[in-house]
């Protein structure tokens, strides 16, 4: 889920500067690292990693939803529960594209699938 995270996150506005140093490691492990991802408008805070978008629906809605809704596009979620659906399933969509997640997967993972469709068909 990393390559999707990062698709989305450039999506999403945010920089991937691989010339960035920081000091990576802990204890007697330290060494110098490179690669920091940055969010939209802060150059000057940087993360080694671009947010866990497909974990954490907390991710999508501070960073995602906002680009949705300034694209004006409508968009949903559902949980289903039971035999006709499997257990704990999640649908998501946003306009014409859906995720789906089923079990072990999450509805932070479903709407990035959902998302990741949409991002693809506008390139085409």
């Given at each position: 889920m990393e390559e999707?995270?990062?698709?989305?996150?450039?999506?999403?506005?945010?920089?991937?500067?691989?010339?960035?140093?920081?000091?990576?490691?802990?204890?007697?492990?330290?060494?110098?690292?490179?690669?920091?991802?940055?969010?939209?408008?802060?150059?000057?805070t940087g993360f080694t990693s671009p947010p866990h978008f497909t974990e954490s629906l907390d991710a999508c809605f501070k960073w995602l939803v906002p680009k949705l809704e300034h694209w004006s596009l409508w968009w949903g979620i559902s949980r289903a529960s039971g035999l006709a659906h499997g257990s704990n399933n999640a649908e998501v969509w946003i306009r014409h594209a859906y995720g789906y997640a089923y079990d072990d997967n999450t509805t932070a993972l479903a709407f990035c699938l959902a998302l990741e469709k949409l991002v693809d068909a506008k390139k085409s």
């Open positions: 999707l995270n990062k698709k989305l996150a450039k999506w999403a506005n945010w920089v991937y500067d691989e010339g960035a140093e920081y000091i990576g490691g802990g204890g007697n492990n330290t060494s110098l690292m490179y690669g920091l991802w940055y969010p939209p408008g802060d150059h000057k």
